[in-house]
C-alpha cells in the first residue's frame, strides 16, 4: 500500500477520467424529444387537433418528411391526416379518432410517435387520453383501420436519451449517482480496515479506516447535494422529506458521530477499537437505511417503491461510457484524499513520538 501510495499514475488517472466525464456529460446533446401535447385529451369521433412542441428537433428542415402516429399498444396506431410545421420545435397535427375503439378500457391512453430523418424517431408516453362515449371492443375491432409504424430512423451521432421531466438534468446521473456508488466502494474499504485493526492492533489500519470513512462521509455529503438540487428541478423542491432523502441524512448523521466519538477516548488505542467497532455498525445500518427501507414504501426517487433505477429507461449504452467511468474516477479521487489524510496523521504521529521523547 505504502508503494502504491508514492505512485502518481492512478491519481493522474483519476483526474483524467473525471475531466473526460465532465466534457463529455456536459457537451454531448440530447435526442430530440417531445415536451408538450396539447390537447392532452379528446373524446371518441372526433377530429383531433394537435399542438406538439419538440425539444432539440428540426421540424422546418424536416418538413416534408415528417410523420406522426397515436400509438395505442404495439400492434395498433393511428397516423395523423395532416401536419403543419410551425417552427424548428412546434409543430401541428390532425388525427381522426374512431367511433370505437378496440378496447374495453373507457379511457385508453395513446403514445404519441413523431418520426423523421434528420432528428429520428421520438416518443411521448401517455400524451393523449381518449375518451370512448361507448364501449363495444368488437366494433372497434372490425372498425379499426390501422396505420403501422415503419421505416422509424434513427438519428446518427453520439447523443443521450432524452426522458419526460428529467430533460437536460439528466446529465447530473454522472455525479449524483456515481458519486454514491463511489462512497459505498469507499465505505465498503473503511470497514475492511477497521476489521483489520481489531484483529491486529496495529494502528496503521485505524489511520486508513478514518480517512477513509472522512472521504466516504464527504462524497455522501457531495452525493446529498446533487440530489437535491435534482429534486429542485424534478419534484419541485430542494427537499421533500421523501423516504429516500430521510434515510440516507440518517446514514449519513450515523457516520458524522463516528468523529464525535473518536474525539471522546483521549486513549488513541482505545479510541482506535471502540471506533473500529462503531465503523462496522455504522456500515451495518447504511445498508437497510439506504437499500432497504426505501423500498418498503412509495418514493419519488427512482428505485424505490416498485420505481426501476438503472435500468434501460434510465441508462442506455452512450450513458454508460460516461456512467461507469464516473465511478472509477470518483473512486480513485477519493482514494487519492485518503490516502493524503494517511500520511497527514503519520506525520502527526512522528511528531508526537517526537515531542513526548
Excluded at 424536416?62 to 395498433?76: F, G, V
Excluded at 496495529?202 to 462524497?219: F, I, K, P, Q
Excluded at 417503491?305 to 442506455?316: I, R, S, T, V
Aim: charged share 20%; net charge negative.
Amino acid at each position: 500500500m505504502q508503494r502504491l501510495i508514492r505512485q502518481h499514475w492512478w491519481k493522474a488517472l483519476g483526474v483524467l477520467i473525471l475531466l473526460y466525464v465532465f466534457i463529455a456529460g456536459m457537451l454531448i446533446p440530447l435526442k430530440p424529444g417531445i415536451t408538450v401535447v396539447n390537447p392532452s385529451s379528446t373524446r371518441t369521433g372526433t377530429e383531433l387537433v394537435v399542438e406538439v412542441e419538440g425539444y432539440n428537433t428540426n421540424f422546418d428542415q424536416a418538413e416534408d418528411t415528417l410523420r406522426m402516429w397515436l400509438k395505442m399498444d404495439n400492434d395498433r396506431s393511428l397516423a395523423a391526416t395532416n401536419i403543419e410545421v410551425l417552427g424548428p420545435t412546434r409543430a401541428q397535427a390532425e388525427f381522426r379518432i374512431p367511433e370505437y375503439l378496440p378496447s374495453d378500457q373507457k379511457v385508453q391512453d395513446f403514445a404519441l410517435i413523431i418520426d423523421n430523418p434528420i432528428d429520428g424517431a421520438s416518443v411521448r408516453p401517455n400524451a393523449v387520453l381518449v375518451t370512448q362515449d361507448s364501449i363495444d371492443q368488437e366494433m372497434g375491432e372490425e372498425t379499426w383501420q390501422n396505420d403501422p409504424l415503419t421505416n422509424l430512423h434513427e438519428r446518427e451521432g453520439i447523443t443521450f436519451p432524452f426522458r419526460n421531466i428529467l430533460g437536460e438534468t439528466i446529465r447530473n446521473t454522472y455525479f449524483h449517482v456515481s458519486l454514491w456508488l463511489a462512497m459505498m466502494i469507499i465505505f465498503i474499504a473503511a470497514v475492511v480496515y477497521s476489521i483489520k485493526h481489531l484483529r491486529t492492533l496495529n494502528l496503521e489500519y485505524d489511520y486508513w479506516a478514518s480517512a477513509l470513512t472522512a472521504v466516504g462521509l464527504l462524497l455522501g455529503g457531495l452525493g446529498l447535494l446533487t440530489g437535491g438540487i435534482w429534486a429542485q428541478y424534478t419534484w419541485g423542491t430542494f427537499w421533500s422529506w421523501d423516504i429516500k432523502q430521510f434515510t440516507t441524512l440518517i446514514a449519513l448523521l450515523i457516520y458524522l458521530a463516528y468523529f464525535v466519538l473518536r474525539r471522546a477516548f483521549p486513549d488513541e488505542a482505545q479510541q482506535a477499537r471502540i471506533s473500529a467497532v462503531y465503523n462496522i455498525f455504522a456500515f451495518v445500518a447504511l445498508i437497510p437505511l439506504i437499500y432497504v427501507l426505501p423500498r418498503l414504501t412509495d418514493s419519488l426517487h427512482p428505485g424505490n417503491g416498485g420505481n426501476p433505477a438503472l435500468g434501460g429507461e434510465d441508462l442506455d449504452n452512450t450513458m454508460r461510457m460516461v456512467f461507469y467511468p464516473a465511478v472509477i474516477g470518483w473512486t480513485l479521487i477519493g482514494s487519492w484524499i485518503a490516502s493524503i489524510m494517511y500520511r497527514t496523521s503519520k506525520i502527526e504521529e512522528s511528531l508526537l513520538d517526537q515531542w513526548e521523547d
